[in-house]
């Protein structure tokens, strides 16, 4: 069985920046791949970025692409989510997900077997 466990978010202003971790238990981070997604009040849990399980691709969601970044600690079986120019809606409740998923499949949350409980990340104006 896999665990994650999330942690880093915070209050934070517009424009600042956060880290986010997502640490790994049961399975080391290089045999999965690893996704953020994040889900506001009121809306749908959406696709934030994910990391293959060489580390070598990575996928990100149109909305966070240049400002978020994704990789991947083996030796600390962790990933992480750094996050910069955040924008008030970035916020909400993030989580991190485990799975062996194709390419293809990456985006999608039901591709995802393992979950964390999630982190939230707000963003002030």
């Known amino acids: 069985q896999v665990q994650l466990v999330e ?30 997604f994040r889900q506001a009040p009121g809306k749908e849990r959406e696709f934030v970025a994910a ?3 060489t580390a070598f691709g990575t996928y990100y969601a149109d909305s966070v692409k240049g400002r978020f970044t994704s990789s991947k ?12 120019s955040l924008k008030p809606e970035d916020t909400a409740l ?16 039901g591709s995802y077997r393992y979950w ?7 963003v002030s104006s």
């Open 94 to 109: 993030y989580y991190c997900a485990a799975g062996t998923i194709y390419s293809s499949d990456i985006r999608y949350a």
């Open 7 to 36: 942690s880093g978010g915070a209050l934070v202003q517009a424009g600042g920046s956060l880290r986010l971790s997502c640490t790994a238990s049961g399975r080391t981070v290089s045999s999965l791949t690893m996704g953020w």
């Open 116 to 122: 964390g409980q999630g982190t939230q990340v707000t």
């Open 51 to 53: 990391i293959s399980r």
């Open 73 to 84: 600690d083996n030796a600390k079986n962790t990933v992480y989510l750094q996050m910069s």
